[in-house]
């Protein structure tokens, strides 16, 4: 009789990684790199060293949520490794990181750009809606793509040891 699979828990770990994945691009490129937007500087513009300091403290608490989403996510990935019952799907997992991502940007977006209004994608322009809704668009491409990439990994049926088979130890 066929071991009855489990995706859910590489689903879970794809999706913990992917979100904290993508908080990390967006903090590093769009914070820190680009400096379109900090953590507050649509509610305290950095344009003075206090400013600029208690956005950089929230820009911190941001990178830190998300690197603890990432080991947590890492944590679950290590776990599913152990599990014979988790079929190895790289087409599932990279849905997953993608499915993870785009809830990042989609949640974040939501919550950060429109309805707290703490920042936006591009802070120095007087449109800024053009700006948040590629980044919802985005984060939309990237939840069909994911779950594109998620169901295409159903067929995937290798656990572990199969790779194996057929090798005399």
């Not at 305290?44 to 990432?70: C, E, I, R, S």
């Not at 491409?141 to 040891?161: E, I, M, Y």
């Amino acid at each position: 009789m066929a071991e009855q699979l489990h995706r859910g828990p590489l689903i879970s770990a794809g999706l913990l990684i992917g979100a904290g994945l993508g908080g990390f691009v967006d903090g590093i490129v769009l914070h820190q790199i680009l400096q379109w937007h900090n953590m507050l500087s649509a509610k305290m513009p950095p344009d003075n060293l206090v400013a600029a300091k208690v956005n950089m403290y929230w820009d911190g608490m941001f990178h830190a949520a998300v690197w603890v989403m990432t080991a947590i996510g890492l944590t679950v990935l290590w776990r599913v490794g152990h599990r014979r019952d988790v079929p190895w799907s790289g087409r599932t997992f990279f849905g997953a990181l993608l499915l993870g991502w785009g809830l990042f940007n989609v949640i974040e977006g939501i919550i950060d750009h429109n309805l707290l209004g703490l920042h936006h994608v591009y802070e120095y322009t007087d449109n800024k809606l053009p700006w948040d809704l590629a980044f919802l668009a985005l984060g939309v491409l990237q939840l069909v793509a994911g779950w594109a990439f998620v169901r295409a990994g159903r067929s995937d049926t290798a656990v572990r040891g199969e790779y194996s088979r057929g090798n005399t130890q």
